[in-house]
């Protein structure tokens, strides 16, 4: 028995502070299997009687912990693996300013292959559209000529498509796109609002996704301000689409929602018209979300109002032609509507700025940015909700907020006391076909209760 502890023991020492790899393991067994083996042999020697006391024997013991040693040593193949090549897996996560061929020269690949690599792979995928996130899942093989030689390369698009490199001869690759199918369910969420929508809401497990579509339904009906207190209540129900095959989820479209303020309850539902637009609608058949956003930044407090004060920096009283909103440095911002951006550029004491030109002679205003969101700049179209720029100090400024000016026909509207334009309205057999889609979605997220996503999650706890 100190044999073998001994034995075992020296393998534990090799094997402290190296990698254990297959090949050690490997190793180990066979080192252990051929310790027992040795035992087995003197205990039936003696049990038997039958030991001569051989030095013989003991030296031929000798001679297989001499082996296996060595072969530790060597970290020389077992008869296993020289009939399947070893296969190694890398999973690389693609970082802002990678390419392709550095990827796969830094995990090891020569030159020359990750070249054919590539050239096959464009056949299916042009590797400039390689962004940040992506994942690359290797397969690597060793062989005896070569190391790292590639086997297979799976590239993740998104939950739903990836391509595939696949080697198919020594020199040569074959490349194919594969398109997964998705399996889409409804899911329900609920939860109180305990200091701001935004927390709570992504709290109870509302996908990111899903709140910015939440909030540009909510964003003429309701103040995020002033509006929401402690204790007010919202639900969703949305789609979530998964992959089949790993069970990958992403969030899709928002297709019920419901916020009760105060005692008011507020209800939107997702619905396609006849002639094919998808818009949000209220119980009554009536399109929302298609006016200007009171509140066009979440998260934030409203710090000065429209009108009268006394500026804090010039020291006299002067008129204040637009709301201004704290928030920290960064937080997004959001195009109060769909329009043209017509200037995106600093602008004296407003610092960084943007106007942003909207339907029905409306203009927004957007001032003391940190910096504009990546491709916004003049000309460029927006949609309502999307982030065009982040809360900064620039120009004449105090501390880090947004200043916010709706113009209508040139003149400065108090955007909180804005009327909202006319929105589209149901009706004959538009609105009777609008109630049958409203009743099924009712009905689908009556039958969710009780399996929203936090009950879920609290079972799986
Ligand atoms: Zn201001």
Not at 140 to 150: A, C, H, I, M, Q
Not at 184 to 198: A, D, F
Request: aromatic share 8%.
């Amino acid at each position: 028995m100190k044999r073998f502890l001994a034995t075992y023991k020296t393998l534990r020492t090799r094997l402290q502070g190296k990698r254990c790899n297959k090949t050690f393991w490997s190793i180990l067994f066979l080192a252990v299997f051929l310790s027992c083996h040795f035992f087995l042999d003197v205990g039936l020697f003696f049990d038997a009687g039958l030991d001569p006391t051989s030095k013989e024997k003991q030296k031929a013991f000798a001679a297989k912990d001499e082996q296996a040693d060595s072969a530790l040593r060597n970290e020389a193949p077992s008869p296993q693996e020289d009939s399947a090549p070893r296969r190694v897996e890398k999973t690389l996560s693609v970082s802002s300013g990678d390419t392709l061929m550095g990827l796969l020269v830094r995990a090891g690949l020569a030159r020359i292959e990750a070249h054919s690599v590539i050239s096959s792979l464009e056949k299916v995928f042009n590797p400039r559209r390689l962004r940040e996130g992506h994942e690359i899942c290797l397969t690597l093989t060793d062989l005896p000529e070569k190391k790292n030689s590639l086997h297979r390369l799976n590239l993740k698009l998104d939950i739903a498509r990836e391509v595939q490199v696949e080697r198919c001869d020594e020199n040569g690759f074959i490349s194919r796109e594969i398109v997964h199918e998705l399996e889409t369910r409804p899911v329900r969420v609920q939860g109180q609002i305990e200091s701001n929508l935004y927390d709570s809401a992504l709290g109870a497990g509302v996908p990111l996704e899903v709140l910015v579509q939440m909030i540009r339904a909510y964003s003429f009906d309701i103040d995020f301000q002033r509006d929401i207190q402690t204790g007010d209540e919202f639900s969703a129900m949305y789609e979530e689409e998964s992959n089949r095959r790993d069970g990958v989820a992403r969030a899709g479209a928002l297709l019920y929602s419901c916020l009760t303020t105060g005692g008011r309850s507020v209800a939107v539902y997702r619905y396609e018209t006849m002639d094919g637009q998808v818009d949000f609608f209220d119980s009554r058949g009536k399109s929302i979300g298609k006016t200007l956003m009171l509140t066009p930044i979440d998260g934030a407090r409203l710090t000065s109002r429209f009108g009268n004060r006394r500026h804090p920096i010039l020291g006299y009283s002067r008129m204040h032609r637009g709301l201004d909103f704290a928030a920290p440095i960064g937080t997004p911002i959001m195009a109060a509507g769909d329009g043209i951006v017509q200037f995106a550029a600093r602008k004296g004491d407003y610092g960084k700025y943007i106007r942003i030109r909207h339907p029905n002679e409306y203009h927004t205003v957007y001032a003391h940015l940190s910096r504009f969101a990546s491709g916004v700049r003049r000309g460029v179209r927006v949609k309502q909700g999307q982030t065009i720029g982040f809360v900064g100090s620039t120009g004449l400024s105090t501390g880090p907020h947004l200043h916010y000016e709706v113009h209508h026909r040139g003149k400065h509207l108090n955007p909180a006391k804005m009327a909202s334009p006319p929105s589209r309205t149901l009706k004959g057999e538009e609105l009777e076909r609008f109630m049958i889609a409203k009743k099924d979605l009712e009905s689908l997220f009556a039958s969710l209760q009780g399996r929203d996503r936090l009950a879920l999650v609290d079972e799986e706890r």
